[in-house]
Nanobody, 118 residues
Framework: QVQLVESGGGVVQAGGSLRLSCTAS????????MYWYRQAPGKQRELVAS???????SYEEPAKGRFTISRDNAKNTMSLQMNSLKLEDTGVYYC????????????WGRGTQVTVSS
């Protein structure tokens, strides 16, 4: 059973920085894509950024230029460095992993709260 555990959330003032981490265990993590999603109060969960095991990175528009996603395949960890945080970055941030070759799977972590205050 794959498990994902997020950490690093907290309360930060607008303009500040936070670094989120996701630790994966219990599975085979080669040939996977890992994701950061977030969900703001009253809104749907949205993609923030993704990174493949080969290192291909993609950012959604709100994250471009401010967030940096990284991954350590040897340690089965993923991080999201968030700089220049804005009030609208507030939400629960979720780590996800998807594997499209056998064994196929998709899992989510339980999330970590990020609150950006004025």
């Amino acid at each position: 059973q794959v498990q994902l555990v997020e950490s690093g959330g907290g309360v930060v003032q607008a303009g500040g920085s936070l670094r989120l981490s996701c630790t994966a265990s219990g599975g085979t993590f080669g040939a996977t894509t890992m994701y950061w999603y977030r969900q703001a109060p009253g809104k749907q969960r949205e993609l923030v950024a993704s990174i493949t095991s080969g290192g291909t990175i993609s950012y959604e528009e709100p994250a471009k230029g401010r967030f940096t996603i990284s991954r350590d395949n040897a340690k089965n960890t993923m991080s999201l460095q968030m700089n220049s945080l804005k009030l609208e970055d507030t939400g629960v941030y979720y780590c996800g992993v998807r594997r499209l070759v056998t064994p196929v799977y998709r899992y989510w972590g339980r999330g970590t709260q990020v609150t950006v205050s004025s």
